[in-house]
């Protein structure tokens, strides 16, 4: 195929071009309604852009097949039988990957260490839960995805489940065994997920670790603005294989999507897929190289330990490791990720992507080089020279990954749409918790909808809170009150 072509972009210039005049939305008409303090900041080519798919960037009908053929390039591009375009983002894509494994009731094999989205997807959806460990590492409070033996054993115990999901990489940079999940799962006939948000670059290089598709997986779901160059939002996944239809996935997808994509998303993600097409190798081999130096500069630094292969591989651990993220452990300084992130927001204007009780995680992309990386180095060098000027963080009360798990009383959706109330966090300790309570970044859920709440993550959150954790999604955000069923109303139990 073709991948100096890239049809939606062509098509957007051709219709710019024509001057074709749309008596459609959106209502500022190619930029001429637009406010002029928004295009002074936006510029008047994201409303240039900002045309109907159907009826603007193609016909009424796409007779024209501008947004297919774009679909099948990114297709070939990444060696899938089929690819779909989402400018829901990777929360509407694996959610739509779900619907197409399972139904109300029917069960899933998930990994616990998965995204906000996919514990979303369930109460959407109804389908029951089986919830596989993540593989823990107790000494650095970090989690790998979970092993091919542990989904073995959950098949095993839940022969009925239809399918499973995992996430890998982490937001850590940590890879599962997905041959040996895909292994697993295809042995019984059964399809395996993986929400691959952060992994849209792995296809293209040879050093990084293997692709999703590649390695066996039926559907994989990508975040093309995370590593790549998209916009925020779009979303890609791909599918292979004969245990999904893809007239079933089409429809899930158009089930949960918006009827007005952003052509501007399509654009960024047909983009890119030619960028990586033609100069991705190059591109990330330099990322890559600039990436293997920054880790070296980062590890000089006095009380700074870059985590690497030694850390977070191995058994028990993860199977690989995309070394582009950076993820510096600070626990030798008297600062906690949290701090750290702060200021160096506030003294450097950088902002990391994960900051947690001893960590940060900063994320390099092919975007990056010298001038970037050099700026990153100094404020770290400059950081750990000034730890000591921090004011003392409150101690979080992080206990053993055992300690975090609790039972899942009832369905995520039971619980969600239950009867409710919130009750201060101090009497809620036993409880059925009906909201989710996921510090964010990077979007793991440690509460979700019908667990029985324990003392121990109770106390674990509130603790965090007050060192800096953000929790988003919680009703009180600084958890003063925890949402929980009614008790006089109940609900079936989980495992019914």
């Not at 998303?265 to 990586?276: E, S, T, V």
């Not at 993860?318 to 200021?343: F, R």
Request: net charge negative; with cysteine.
């Amino acid at each position: 195929m073709d991948h100096d072509a890239a049809p939606v972009l062509e098509a957007l210039a051709r219709y710019q071009k024509a001057g074709e005049l749309p008596f459609t939305p959106p209502g500022h008409k190619q930029a001429r309604g637009a406010d002029p303090r928004v295009r002074q900041v936006l510029g008047d080519a994201v409303f240039h852009g900002d045309v109907l798919a159907s009826g603007g960037l193609d016909d009424r009908r796409t007779r024209g097949g501008v947004l297919q053929r774009a679909e099948h390039l990114m297709a070939d591009a990444v060696h899938a039988e089929h690819t779909f375009f989402s400018t829901c983002g990777s929360s509407l894509s694996v959610k739509s990957a779900m619907l197409a494994v399972a139904g109300p009731h029917e069960k899933l094999l998930v990994g616990r260490d998965a995204h906000k989205a996919v514990v979303s997807g369930l109460v959407l959806s109804g389908i029951r839960p089986v919830w596989v460990e993540p593989q823990w590492d107790d000494e650095r409070k970090l989690a790998h995805a979970p092993s091919a033996a542990s989904f073995e054993a959950a098949f095993a115990e839940h022969p009925d489940a239809r399918g499973a999901l995992v996430t890998s990489p982490t937001p850590y940079g940590t890879c599962a065994d997905l041959s040996g999940i895909a292994e697993v799962c295809h042995r019984r006939g059964r399809p395996v997920i993986v929400d691959e948000a952060w992994g849209a670059h792995l296809p293209f290089h040879p050093d990084l670790p293997t692709w999703a598709m590649d390695a066996g997986a039926d559907v994989c779901v990508t975040s093309i603005h995370k590593m790549g160059s998209g916009l925020e939002q779009g979303s890609v996944f791909h599918l292979q294989g004969p245990h999904i239809d893809p007239a079933v996935l089409a429809q899930r997808a158009d089930l949960l999507g918006t009827t007005s994509p952003s052509v501007l998303l399509y654009a960024g993600m047909d983009g890119w897929r030619r960028q990586m097409a033609l100069h991705g190798r190059e591109l990330l081999g330099h990322a890559l190289e600039l990436a293997a130096e920054v880790r070296e500069r980062l590890e000089a630094v006095e009380g700074v330990h870059v985590n690497g292969r030694e850390d977070f591989t191995g058994e028990g651990r993860a199977a690989d490791l995309d070394p582009l993220p950076i993820v510096m452990d600070l626990s030798q300084l008297p600062v906690t990720g949290y701090q750290a992130a702060d200021w160096m927001r506030e003294h450097h204007h950088i902002d990391v992507h994960i900051s947690d009780h001893r960590r940060i995680n900063t994320q390099l992309t092919h975007a990056d080089d010298q001038e970037t990386a050099g700026v990153l180095i100094d404020a770290v060098r400059e950081l750990a020279a000034r730890a000591h000027e921090f004011p003392k963080a409150p101690t979080i009360s992080l206990p053993a990954s055992s300690a975090l798990r609790m039972e899942q009383a009832c369905l995520p959706r039971d619980a969600y749409f239950g009867g409710v109330e919130d009750v201060p966090a101090s009497e809620a300790t036993g409880r059925i918790a009906a909201e989710m309570i996921t510090p964010y970044p990077p979007g793991i859920p440690v509460v979700l909808p019908g667990e029985r709440l324990t003392d121990t993550v109770v106390r674990y959150l509130r603790s965090g809170v007050e060192a800096g954790m953000n929790l988003p999604d919680a009703a009180s955000t600084d958890l003063d009150t925890i949402r929980v069923l009614i008790e006089d109303r109940p609900v079936p139990p989980a495992d019914d």
